[in-house]
């Protein structure tokens, strides 16, 4: 089939719309920060990754400036030099460690523009003829790994069901592969894409507390055999190996227990999320595959791709499906459930359980406001409409949610508090439509 070329200028321009699309993180719907255009990104606290430099540089520069400097002419063939050479390339070795665990995307998995496929209907109406139906996604799935029976959760805000592993970071707003934790102190989210670098980071800032604790041990003994003096005399000519011994000694309890932990953790494939959630200790753990195999697979395996192009133009199809993402007739599995984030350890509500007055009075004020602003929206895009085409298709809404909420009231026993908004809202519909969600407020 023949297809006419585009006029001479509908090329360009459309090149031009191109171009004028934003990136990819400069609309980024979660909390996370990016510098350099996108090419790095951090958590919503990247101030933290700045106090974590300073606690590391400033201890190694006093040792190089007040013990290294000394110690390089306390050994022969000039072997002191090295003392000062090995803090140095280790502290920067431990800085690059720091970057790629806190700037690097850390397994975010990229949120759907819409809503996965509903397994089922929930909800009828009679009134006149028409069936309207609410979709009702499943809460959870099961999926088997490795010959065991795991839950996977959904989540409302990406629109998609969590991959074995994956938790919903409250602190960046992001679902993560793989996630172990939020730290504060790299001020990113730690997951599949990162975790290795966390770990070799916190160990080797175990090692060089190690080593500046120790070397300033070898000051205070070389001052002590050179002037012949008492250990605590010669501890007073070296303040400065004084505060390194303390702050050493309180570091390496913190960064040290660290790394032991997530080197049980590693030895057991789990996460700290795990860990301290399900507690595979009083069952089976699908994911651990052995010692040896274990560390082979944190230390060895390929790290995949990011799934995300923090750089790319957002297209636009991308934002028709982002502005139409809401007017799908699917019912979230938290709907009606009072808020709470399920990776926080707050009891979720089962859908069988019932719910207070309250928790309806919400809903039905919630859905009165969104038939009001629909009326508005159309009354205001065309004056022109039918107003009594209109009421009929309100009335036939309203219809199916007094049907559903019908059946909330034979649950939890608010059927009198159920009609009595349903009365005023019929009133209102009477008066004139405009009052709807006013009234269904109160």
């Known amino acids: 089939m023949y297809v006419p070329p585009l006029p001479g200028g509908a090329g360009a321009r459309g090149e031009a719309a191109a171009c004028e699309q934003p990136r990819v993180y400069q609309v980024w719907r979660g909390s996370n920060e990016f510098f350099l255009q996108g090419r790095f990104i951090f958590g919503p606290d990247v101030r933290s990754v700045f106090l974590t430099m300073f606690l590391i540089v400033a201890p190694v520069v006093t040792f190089c400036v007040f013990v290294a400097r000394h110690l390089m002419y306390q050994f022969p063939d000039h072997w002191g030099i090295s003392v000062m050479v090995v803090v140095v390339v280790f502290t920067i070795y431990d800085l690059i460690l720091l970057l790629l665990t806190s700037g690097r995307d850390p397994g975010i998995i990229p949120r759907n523009s819409h809503p996965p496929e509903p397994e089922a209907t929930d909800g009828n109406s009679d009134i006149g003829g028409q069936t309207p139906q609410q979709f009702r996604l499943p809460r959870t799935k099961e999926v088997v790994v490795n010959g065991i029976s795991v839950r996977v959760k959904y989540c409302d805000t990406c629109m998609l069901y969590r991959p074995p592993r994956c938790s919903h970071c409250s602190i960046c707003n992001n679902c993560v592969e793989r996630f172990d934790h939020h730290c504060p102190w790299v001020g990113q989210c ?72 997530h080197f049980y953790l590693m030895s057991t494939n789990q996460t700290t999320y795990e860990n301290f959630r399900y507690r595979y200790d009083r069952r089976a753990n699908p994911y651990n595959r052995g010692i040896l195999n274990n560390f082979l697979e944190i230390f060895c395996s390929a790290i995949p791709p990011s799934k995300n192009n923090f750089r790319a133009r957002v297209t636009v199809e991308q934002g028709l499906q982002q502005s139409h993402v809401q007017s799908r007739g699917f019912m979230s599995p938290n709907m009606g459930k009072p808020a709470g984030d399920l990776e926080m350890g707050r009891k979720p509500v089962a859908w069988d359980e019932p719910r207070t007055a309250a928790d309806i009075r919400d809903l039905e004020a919630g859905l009165g406001g969104m038939l009001d602003e629909k009326e508005g929206r159309i009354s205001h895009a065309s004056p022109d409409l039918s107003r009594d085409g209109f009421q009929g298709e309100l009335m036939e809404g309203r219809a199916g949610m007094h049907s559903r909420d019908s059946s909330w009231a034979h649950r939890t026993g608010t059927s009198e508090s159920v009609d009595s908004v349903a009365q005023q809202m019929a009133t209102a519909q009477a008066n004139g439509g405009g009052h709807v969600a006013t009234i269904a407020t109160r």
């Open 190 to 261: 730690i997951g599949l894409r990162n975790y290795r670098f966390f770990y070799m980071f916190v160990f080797s800032t175990t090692l060089i507390c190690l080593y500046v604790f120790a070397f300033s041990w070898v000051y205070v003994i070389k001052i002590r055999d050179t002037e012949h003096l008492t250990i605590w005399k010669a501890l007073l000519k070296t303040p400065a190996s004084i505060v390194l011994i303390i702050y050493c000694f309180l570091c390496v309890w913190f960064v040290g227990g660290l790394s032991v932990f």
